[in-house]
């Protein structure tokens, strides 16, 4: 079975500055990998993707995630943050799906501060 | 369109209670997700169904969990009794069918249930 750690509960970062937020997964092979955020009162919105290829993806709102094969990771990336971007972010994980495998497993979060 | 649509927003009961909570998927979508956030375990997915019948339920902790679809545009997940341990927020997502091709449809999240039983 896959699962997701993403080991920094709470992140403060200042308006402006560079992010990462790490995420690592366990899986026999290469699984899917995603990025949601959440923010306040709201649903899960998807911020980005990796199923192959390419191991630098870029997603919505200026977003970026490298995959890392040789460390398991999928690190969410953003060169300067905006306030707006505080809010929990969640990795996920799926397995290459076979068809009527659809479960997405998930990180237990990381909430995103920005101080200006 | 107007996203998955989840009611009521907000739910406080006493426990013992029976409390159902709902959701209508994006129309045209045909798998059906809920899940259930808690500060404890995280995100965890409970069932999800295609074409209105349940896939997995593998997730629903006990009997006193049910879930339904009686039609492709509503389903309910049912708790009958509730328990103070069953206060989360509950999340409903739907997702388009897989075509030839399609490595993963997006699931699309509602903006979710609070539930608190006293």
């Known amino acids: 079975a896959q699962s997701v750690t993403q080991p920094d509960i709470h992140i403060t970062v200042s308006e402006g500055a560079s992010l990462e937020l790490r995420c690592n997964y366990s899986?026999?092979?290469?699984?899917?990998l995603f990025w949601y955020v959440q923010s306040p009162g709201q649903g899960l919105q998807l911020l980005l993707k990796y199923f192959s290829g390419d191991t630098l993806v870029q997603g919505i709102k200026g977003f970026e995630a490298e995959f890392k094969r040789s460390q398991s990771s999928f690190n969410l990336r953003k060169p300067s943050v905006h306030w707006s971007d505080a809010a929990e972010y969640f990795c996920a994980v799926a397995a290459p799906p076979n068809f009527g495998n659809e479960k997405l497993t998930f990180g237990t979060g990381t909430r995103l501060t920005i101080i200006p | 369109d107007a996203g998955v649509i989840q009611s009521p927003r907000h739910e406080v009961t006493e426990m013992g209670q029976e409390v159902t909570l709902r959701c209508k998927p994006i129309s045209g979508h045909d798998y059906l997700f809920w899940y259930r956030q808690t500060m404890m375990r995280g995100l965890e997915l409970l069932i999800y169904f295609n074409n209105n019948v349940p896939i997995d339920d593998s997730g629903m902790p006990e009997d006193r969990f049910s879930a339904k679809m009686p039609n492709a545009s509503f389903s309910t997940l049912k708790i009958q009794p509730s328990e103070p341990r069953d206060s989360a927020v509950y999340f409903c997502?739907?997702?388009?069918?897989?075509?030839?091709?399609?490595?993963?449809?997006?699931?699309?999240f509602g903006p979710g249930t609070r539930l608190t039983v006293l």
């Open positions: 899986y026999g092979a290469t699984p899917y």
């Open positions: 997502a739907s997702s388009l069918p897989r075509t030839s091709g399609s490595l993963w449809n997006e699931q699309f």
